[in-house]
């Protein structure tokens, strides 16, 4: 009787702890994780059609704070189920460039089926198979902790801001603004 006693209480635990975790996992949503490998099916969709694009005066404030849930990065990432976090809405006058594509066009792929791994370089140079970009000067401070001579890259184009392009880094999740240097 003590052996079923014990065994109905683990049982109720066990079912506790599930329904407990469950719970969690609806109120962050299920693509919460971020980093570890995961790679975005697509791009983040133009402004023009993502909801919570405001009106131009309701501009985004200068600085962000992109931690959307414990443990996420303080930078712009990418949920496990596809959410690009912290996409500026076109517009943003850090990403204007006066020549978009002063260098030609990145002509390597895009997407999930094209992963590069950083060769060498830092934020205002890298670059892996003969391709050479520069970060976006504003985000210089979601690079910190990228490992330039190593880390997974994705690259995706960017639907709001002519001449850019998203460099996706899959080990933590985050991406930044890249322009094409050749």
């Known amino acids: 009787m003590k052996k079923s006693a014990l065994l109905f209480v683990s049982l109720l635990v066990l079912a506790v702890g599930i329904a407990q975790a469950q719970r969690g996992r609806e109120e962050h949503g ?25 009106m131009p005066e309701q501009r985004m404030p200068e600085r962000h704070d992109f931690r959307d849930f414990n443990g996420h990065p303080n930078a712009p990432h990418v949920h496990s189920n596809g959410e690009w976090v912290g996409h500026a809405p076109t517009g943003d006058r850090h990403y204007h460039l006066d ?17 590069f791994h950083l060769e060498g370089g830092g934020p205002a140079r890298f670059w892996f198979n003969g391709f050479y970009f520069g970060v976006a000067p504003d985000d210089y401070p979601f690079v910190s902790d990228w490992i330039w001579n190593s880390d997974p890259i994705v690259i995706y184009e960017d639907p709001d801001h002519p001449g850019w392009y998203l460099a ?15």
């Open 30 to 54: 299920a693509g919460a994780r971020v980093g570890g490998g995961f790679i975005p099916p697509h791009g983040p969709p133009p402004a023009a059609v993502r909801p919570e694009v405001r």
């Open 99 to 115: 020549h978009p594509w002063e260098h030609g066009h990145f002509t390597g792929g895009f997407g999930p089926g094209r992963v």
């Open 168 to 182: 996706y880094n899959s080990r933590l999740g985050t991406y930044v603004h890249v322009e094409y240097l050749g």
